[in-house]
């Protein structure tokens, strides 16, 4: 069977679900395809950092109101070394905040207003290929949950697929890209008790990092730094608590029922080609940043504001904005790459580290913490640059 539309978006995570809603809002006609049920994206845990900006996107335009009631605001982090805590305040630094609300209630908020605005979006259907990119009806052949064959032929197409990416495999090739690879990972718990903390508490230990975040006022989510190649069910739970706490001198933990626990090992990733012809990536098919800044969804919000003006213009016979497109997006990816990787050599312990590298690591964190520019620094970061091209998305 083969679908026509103006835009075919592979990928209902955040990047390919919020560019459907800002192309809807614009009049502009989409299907959006996944592999996978609805069932299992609204379930799969990921990390739940909103930048401000992010938040604005998402509420003003009507694809969550449950970001601001549900989410929670956070004015600051504790980043905390040598058995001392220090307040990063982003409202005092910045004015600016972050919310907290877990990715997966986003993306039941953008399925939900996808659903009611009668957009179509296909779950269970696996795209195979993207067909020539170079033409103007670029096509994505795909296979349907009965195993049907299903071509859908549009004016562009845009990866959002993910770290996978089938449409990166057929512009430009699977691995194309610049990456680096990381000597650590990170052991991750879901736990029924409450907040041990106010804020997310960022710790350089001597044993190694650990995060204490959160999920609700009921679960806690925490990590902390492990081998890649640890095995998630090798602890018991009393050592994982004992691990944790070592981590975070200074901080009782509030401990309860570990329900979930992960291995997730991280990479930096920048493809080469954001764009072929008339085919685009966004999100995690673009690139992946390590977890410790928390910008993954939010730089992927930040490519889809860009890339749903850059497509209007596209469609209406203006090429400039789709043009300039992969630069002005590079340049985004590679500020929210450095911070990543800067917070990441900063607070975890390097395998085989010295004694000269640890004191180094402990006068750069004392650098940041003890400095109202430091601090700003990282606070600007971390709350999130300006968006480019936000003000046509919310107008
Ligand atoms: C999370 O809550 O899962 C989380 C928070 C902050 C990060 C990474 C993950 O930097």
Known sequence: MTVRTRVTIIGAGPAGLLLAHLLDRQGIESVVIDSRTREEIETTIRAGILEQGTVEVLSQTGASDRVLTVGQRHEGIDLAFAGEHHRIDFAATTGRAVWLYPQHEALKDLIAARLAAGQDIRFGVRAERVEDPDSDRPRVVATDGDGAPLEIEA???????????????????????????????????????????????????????????????????????????????????????????????????????????????????????????????????????????????????????????????????????????????????????????????????????????RQRQLGELRTVVESEAGRTYLAEAYTGWPLAGVERVLG
């Not at 770290?163 to 512009?171: K, M, N």
């Not at 999920?215 to 902390?224: C, D, G, L, T």
């Not at 640890?230 to 009393?238: C, F, G, R, V, Y």
């Open 155 to 357: 004016d562009w197409v845009v990866g959002a697929d993910g770290s996978r990416s089938v449409a990166r495999a057929s512009i430009s090739g699977r691995h194309s890209g610049a990456f680096r690879e990381y000597p650590f990972a990170w052991f991750g718990i879901l736990c029924e008790a409450p907040p041990s903390a106010e804020e997310l508490i960022y710790s350089n230990s001597q044993q190694g990092f650990a995060l204490i975040s959160q999920r609700s006022p009921e679960v806690q989510r925490m990590y902390f730094q492990c081998d890649p190649d640890a095995d998630p069910n090798a602890m018991s739970e009393a050592e994982l608590w004992d691990t944790l706490q070592a981590r975070v001198p200074g901080t009782t933990l509030n401990q309860g029922r570990i329900f979930q626990r992960d291995v997730l090992r991280f990479r930096s990733f920048v493809a080469s080609d954001l764009r072929r012809g008339r085919v685009v990536l966004v999100g995690d098919a673009a690139h992946t940043v390590p977890p410790t800044g928390a910008k993954g969804m939010n730089l992927a919000v930040a490519d889809v504001v860009l890339l749903a003006d850059a497509l209007r213009a596209a469609l209406a016979g203006d090429d400039a904005p789709i043009d300039a497109f992969p630069e002005r997006a590079q340049q985004r990816i590679w500020k929210a790459q450095h911070f990543s990787w800067w917070m990441t050599s900063m607070l975890h312990l390097q395998p085989g580290a010295s004694d000269f590298d």
